[in-house]
């Protein structure tokens, strides 16, 4: 390798914070210990990096996740050896699963101590092997600039997610006159980005002849910034769009071609046409399990073209008729450049049109405070404009459901791995990333006692999120499972005693208040017009299950809980 002379000596620790600047990292979610103080004696007195002290590592992962997610950027986060480094494994998970593109620095003991039982000593490497799509350990100081430059172009390009860089405190605190080239050059790494011109063409060959086509949407198109591209594609050819979880916000919820959301909390409408579909585009979506219910049974009585950056994940689950490798923007805008050819689906426009009008929502005449009204509410007040953060759990759903989506990149949430404890930190990582923006949250008594330590840098860092707790006094969706499937045996999932959390919200000196009478709910929730930090908790009914719902191992079309009009 090629070494570049430095004008004066730099430790490791200037290294990665001037390369950091250098790519365009402007924040950093972190928190110190004893294996990254070289670093943190470096952040005191440079300027052009954020620093967003977090109160516990894994909250500072979700952080930078939420500012990914939320913008398309790299998140950065900065936790200690050992205990510092695990605590920040599920937020890696959960970059890994969701296709975060996320750099996490470990510190780690010096490296005469590695594989000796050092204090503080974790084998980060060896432990976060299979939920990162890289990770290095640096050995000399020379290489820092070089490393961060591959991790973060590994981290974002292909399918985004997270690169872990474990740094010996050593090596961030010796000096050197040198540093090695850190131009890019990785043989080994060479996503396809373009897809092949000759499958695309196939595509619309099968959509000539398709009579109930069906586009899925995954998460893939918000990534790529693709979203209006997908919408232009779907009007041209009147195909009625399908999204996973990760997919709302791609197309507008009001759209007249969007049926919703598909798969074990998905539409009717959804469910049916994926189920009914002679020919499926799925694009930037992998086919996980709760989309497809019983892979099997999913779109049985159709040809699927799959589209995904990610070849590993073409023929993975669901037998595909048309794989093709590359970039979602990139496919739909080379679909769009080509002759339009000739197809009718109006009748199956009409059906799914149909089906969708069939359905009736939730029962508005309930006694106590309904957590769909509320989510609709909010979508109201907020002009169907906010980021949009959830938990995990049945209020994540009905956020699905019932928040009026215009935009990719508008819900944050936890997809892959149901990370409960994902919800206020990743709220404010967000906002940090977009302060001219509304960010809502909305999270579960179950989920906010998580990670709610984080409600305390809200005042701090002038961060005015509005969450918004859905309170039902249990672990809602594990009891709806117990209701369901094990005979009403809520086995540790109701909660006895809670705190007080306005008290707590007090205590972080967080504006709050409690709500719990449907009849004024629609005007108490116009408290989230003021712009500052915010913590309402609502009473809902502590009955109320998530419907429609496909069982585990059923097919889509067999939902339980389907209210049609009369």
């Not at 009409?350 to 909010?378: C, H, W």
């Not at 989230?528 to 908790?537: H, S, T, Y």
């Amino acid at each position: 390798m090629e070494k570049i002379t430095l004008e004066a000596p730099k430790t490791g620790s200037e290294l990665v914070l001037e390369t950091l600047k250098n790519l365009g990292v402007d924040t950093i979610f972190g928190y110190p210990g004893g294996a990254v103080l070289p670093l943190y004696d470096a952040i005191y007195n440079f300027d052009g990096i954020r620093h967003i002290l977090g109160r516990h590592e894994q909250g500072c992962v979700h952080e930078a996740e939420g500012y990914a997610k939320s913008t398309g950027k790299i998140g950065v986060a900065v936790v200690t050896s050992g205990p510092g480094a695990t605590n920040a494994i599920t937020g890696i998970a959960d970059a890994m699963s969701d296709s975060v593109p996320l750099l996490v620095f470990t510190g780690q003991v010096a490296k005469a101590g590695i594989g000796k039982d050092a204090f503080q000593e974790a084998d980060i490497v060896g432990i976060t092997t299979p939920i990162t799509k890289y990770n290095y350990q640096v050995r000399e100081t020379a290489e820092i600039p070089r490393i961060i430059t591959e991790a973060i172009h590994i981290a974002t390009t292909g399918r985004p997610g997270p690169v872990v860089i474990d740094l010996p405190k050593d090596v961030s605190a010796l000096d050197t006159d040198f540093v090695y080239d850190s131009k890019l050059h990785i043989p080994s790494y060479q996503p396809t980005i373009i897809p092949n011109e000759l499958q695309i063409k196939k595509i619309l060959k099968h959509l000539s002849k398709a009579k109930k086509p069906v586009l899925l949407s995954g998460g893939g198109i918000s990534y790529s910034e693709a979203a209006a591209d997908l919408v232009a594609f779907a009007e041209r050819y009147q195909i009625p769009v399908v999204t996973s979880l990760l997919g709302q916000g791609t197309i507008a919820t009001d759209h007249p071609l969007f049926l919703g959301m598909g798969g074990m909390h998905g539409s009717y409408a959804a469910n049916i046409a994926m189920t009914e579909a002679d020919f499926m585009i799925s694009i930037g979506c992998r086919f996980d399990d709760r989309l497809t219910g019983n892979p099997k049974t999913f779109a049985k009585n159709a040809k699927v073209a799959h589209i995904d950056i990610d070849p590993a994940e073409i023929g993975k689950i669901i037998s595909v008729d048309i794989p093709i490798v590359g970039d979602a923007k990139k496919a739909l805008q080379m679909l769009l450049r080509e002759e339009t050819v000739h197809n009718n689906t109006s009748k199956w426009v009409d059906k799914v049109t149909q089906d969708k009008a069939r359905v009736r929502s939730y029962d508005k005449k309930e006694r106590v405070v309904q957590p769909q009204a509320v989510i609709e509410r909010v979508g109201e007040l907020t002009r169907g404009e906010a980021i949009v953060v959830t938990d995990v759990g049945q209020h994540q759903m009905w956020t699905a459901q019932y928040y009026p989506y215009k935009n990719e990149r508008q819900l944050v949430t936890s997809g892959g791995l149901g990370t409960m404890g994902f919800g206020v930190p990743a709220a404010i990582g967000a906002k940090i990333a977009n302060p001219d923006k509304e960010v809502v949250l909305f999270v579960g008594d179950g989920g906010y006692q998580m990670t709610n330590q984080e409600m305390a840098i809200l005042n701090i860092y002038q961060v005015p999120i509005k969450v918004i707790m859905l309170n039902n006094h249990s672990l809602g969706m594990v009891r709806q499972w117990q209701e369901a499937f094990y005979e009403g045996r809520t086995s540790e999932s109701v909660f006895d005693s809670l705190p007080d959390f306005q008290l707590m919200a007090q205590a972080y000196g967080v504006k709050s208040y409690k709500f719990d009478n449907p009849e004024t709910i629609a005007q108490d929730l116009e408290a989230i017009k003021e712009d500052v930090p915010m913590f309402i908790e609502v009473d809902i009914s502590r009955k109320e299950h998530v419907l429609p719902m496909v069982p585990a191992g059923k097919s889509n079309h067999e939902m339980l809980g389907v209210k049609f009009h009369a």
